[in-house]
Nanobody, 120 residues
Framework: QVRLVESGGGLVQAGGSLRLSCAAS????????MAWYRQAPGKQRELVAG???????NYASSVKGRFTISGDNAKKTVYLQMNSLKPEDTAVYYC??????????????WGQGTQVTVSS
């Protein structure tokens, strides 16, 4: 079983910054992909940023140039640095990790979510 624990959400004024962290633990043989998604009230969950084990990253067009995803393989942690935050960035942010566990089975795990609120 793979567990993801997120932290770093909160309330910030427009133009401010936050850094989200997501630490993975449990039966993890390898990680192939780590990502951040978000879901605003009344909207579908959307991919914000993703990163492969090789370091390739992709971003939603709405956050490109403002958000940066990074990872620490040794700590099995992925970060999302969010700068120049806008009220429309307000959402619950979820961490997602995909990989192989020690039983050599694929896993696709989600964190519990962390609230980010940007005031205007």
């Amino acid at each position: 079983q793979v567990r993801l624990v997120e932290s770093g959400g909160g309330l910030v004024q427009a133009g401010g910054s936050l850094r989200l962290s997501c630490a993975a633990s449990g039966s993890i043989f390898s990680v192939n992909f780590m990502a951040w998604y978000r879901q605003a009230p009344g909207k579908q969950r959307e991919l914000v940023a993703g990163m492969t084990s090789g370091g390739t990253t992709n971003y939603a067009s709405s956050v490109k140039g403002r958000f940066t995803i990074s990872g620490d393989n040794a700590k099995k942690t992925v970060y999302l640095q969010m700068n120049s935050l806008k009220p429309e960035d307000t959402a619950v942010y979820y961490c997602n990790t995909q990989g192989i566990n020690y039983a050599r089975a694929r896993f696709d795990s989600w964190g519990q979510g962390t609230q980010v609120t940007v005031s205007s």
